[in-house]
């Protein structure tokens, strides 16, 4: 373990890698800052003093075993879930500190794609897409058939607009999500397990969707996910969450070339020993 | 005995904090309804729904309780050759009470269950989480126009099952007792005023209202998947109906006291 001063006063496991470089604070801070969150369901703990800044238009990758709270860090950003202590700041606001409608306008900064998709069963491929329009923005109908066809193209979707979520695969409900999440042009785009459950070229397509979306809009992304070869495409950089809180956070580089055995064993999956190959491979 | 007071006491908690869910929602969805217009179409659908789906129960449940009303009083009245009252009887038990409760049981048997199913799905596959982090209000988006179109559908409902029991109970009357139709319903006449109806039909509209407020609370609080979906479902069904009796019993001695009944007879 690394023994070097750590940031906030926080516990040792976190890293200085997560001390922001005076250049990227520079001009606004960070899109999100994750205070020593702790949260427990019942008697078991879940986030220990998590501490984590998503930089403005960085792709930042968690990753963790299952049970570490990399969901349920997800559902803190977006305030669906209340830490028991610590709290969370957009652009500078306290989530948790904002009355409703304050909340609601923070969160139309941000873009969600829930591990599931979950979309409305009720309503059609582009009736999804173009809620978050009809509810908000309600701009004339000619312009919201513009907007959604656009990003239903974008995911590949042009020709599923019609139909219902349980006509279509869940590889495609996870796009229908995508383009649900990007309609209103979000600053901040928090991805659940993007490429789970999807085959190769979809997950590829996915990857490069993320890219192309930080690339032309500067999108600030924060991904949750256990594929590895996605993480090693799309990161800029790699936080690992154990037992509640970030391990270690860092470079792709940073994370191959690491000789700690709990990030080797996770990022080569090797359930026996730390092993050291090529991970561009 | 410590563990059934202790369960008494987790149950009675349990029950106090479904209650202020309930109450918040209700708060909520009163503030949801500067949007009816917004929500027009989705009340008028969801109106629909709940009048077309429980129009066969409603309809069956009526015509035979009108019926049943008549035979069993008829029997009676016949001993002492009153049998030519049953109008009054069955008018007045049907617009006062068997109307707005046999309606409101119905409903709460298929709408209350509907709500509860239909937003515990979408509770647990994160539909609702996903409405939230998309700003939208389920509130506004979901519970307010089913509660709307419910207590909409209630009253329509229970004219009809009001107008279809008397219709039943006047077939048993003449063809069991011979009752001319006309003596059956000029008696049904006399015996209605207004504030029955009234009466009647507000007690429908508070039914309805804590039918809809219940299925929602518990579908909005649905927790563990499927299995969770199914409690609250069966938790709707039956705080439901015993909220339909408690309400009509407070209804009903609320209108005695204030004399309803005697200013209008």
Redesign the interface.
Known sequence: MNPKPTIRGEPDEIQPSLRLSPASLAPSGPAVELVDLHKAFGSKPVLRGLTLDLLRGETLCVIGGSGTGKSVTLKHIVGLLRPDRGTVRIDGTDIFQSDNGRLGEIRKKIGFLFQGAALLNSLNVFENVALPLREHERPPEGEIRRQVMEKLALVDLADAAEKMPDEISGGMKKRVGLARAIIRNPEIMLYDEPTAGLDPIMASTINALVLDLQKKLKVSSLVVTHDMSSVFRIADRIAMLLEGRVHKVGTKEEFRTSEDTKVQKFIYGDSEGPLRRDASR | MIQLVARAEAWFENACLEAGRALTLLADTVRALREVRLRFGEIVNQCFRATYGSLPVTVLTALFSGAILALGTGMELAKYGQEATIGYVVAASMCREMGPVMTAIALAGLMGSSYAAELGT?KV???I????????SPVR?LVMPRVVSLVAASLALTILVNVIGIVGGAIVSVSSFGVAFDTYFTNAQDILKLHDIWMGLLKAGCFALSTALVGCTMGLSTTGGAAGVGRSTQKTVVISFVMVLILDYLLTKGAELMGVFEAGS
């Open positions: 979408m596959s994160e539909e989480d996903a409405l939230e982090v998309m700003s939208i988006f």
